[in-house]
């Protein structure tokens, strides 16, 4: 559009831009539960997310301090959970977070759907596809009736990803 023209030309570039994904009705997910990532495990979740750091323009990765206040629902949503997935070492290799909140009008909860990461490492074995399912199960479970994440246009395999999901 012409503002961010107008902003390029006076040296700002655009870092991303996020869209919006919604799925409703939440499916019926048949899956094996979560690994429910504990307070105790926050420094291996950072390091976690660290090693995703620039999987999207917007992935920054975040804190063990951020894993911790998103576990005590310091970001404003209710039954927080942090979803994992562990190798055959016991390794971290891929995490969700996730947590629901009501919607603004009143029809029930939304599901979050959000920093979901995979270890470059363990890639294409269809943990991030678990994952999300875990996490509309999870939702489900805690009273959700729809799902929301958001996405970088130009992060296309996790868009393919979600878009796989519904």
Same mark, same amino acid.
Request: proline share 4%; aromatic share 8%.
């Given at each position: 559009?012409?503002?961010?023209?107008?902003?390029?030309?006076?040296?700002?570039?655009?870092?991303?831009?996020?869209?919006?994904?919604?799925?409703?009705?939440?499916?019926?997910?048949?899956?094996?539960?979560?690994?429910?990532?504990?307070?105790?495990?926050?420094?291996?979740?950072?390091?976690? /997310?660290?090693?995703?750091?620039?999987?999207?323009?917007?992935?920054?990765?975040? /804190?063990?301090?951020?894993?911790?206040?998103?576990?005590?629902?310091?970001?404003?949503?209710?039954?927080?959970?942090?979803?994992?997935?562990?190798?055959?070492?016991?390794?971290?290799?891929?995490?969700?977070?996730?947590? /629901?909140?009501?919607?603004?009008?009143?029809?029930?909860?939304?599901?979050?759907?959000?920093?979901?990461?995979?270890?470059?490492?363990?890639?294409?074995?269809?943990?991030?596809?678990?994952?999300?399912?875990?996490?509309?199960?999870?939702?489900?479970?805690?009273?959700?009736?729809?799902?929301?994440?958001?996405?970088?246009?130009?992060?296309?395999?996790?868009?393919?990803?979600?878009?796989?999901?519904?």
């Amino acid at each position: 559009s012409a503002w961010v023209k107008e902003l390029e030309q006076h040296g700002f570039a655009v870092r991303n831009a996020w869209h919006d994904y919604f799925l409703e009705p939440l499916p019926t997910v048949q899956t094996e539960p979560p690994l429910l990532i504990k307070p105790c495990d926050a420094d291996e979740a950072a390091k976690l /997310t660290a090693a995703c750091r620039g999987d999207s323009r917007g992935f920054t990765g975040q /804190t063990a301090d951020w894993i911790a206040a998103w576990l005590r629902g310091e970001d404003g949503v209710d039954d927080p959970a942090i979803l994992g997935e562990r190798d055959a070492n016991g390794d971290l290799i891929g995490l969700l977070c996730t947590g /629901t909140y009501a919607r603004q009008d009143g029809s029930g909860k939304m599901v979050w759907i959000r920093e979901l990461c995979v270890h470059p490492r363990a890639r294409n074995r269809g943990i991030g596809h678990k994952l999300i399912l875990q996490a509309l199960r999870y939702g489900a479970e805690h009273g959700g009736s729809k799902a929301f994440l958001a996405a970088d246009e130009q992060n296309t395999g996790a868009i393919h990803l979600y878009q796989s999901v519904g």
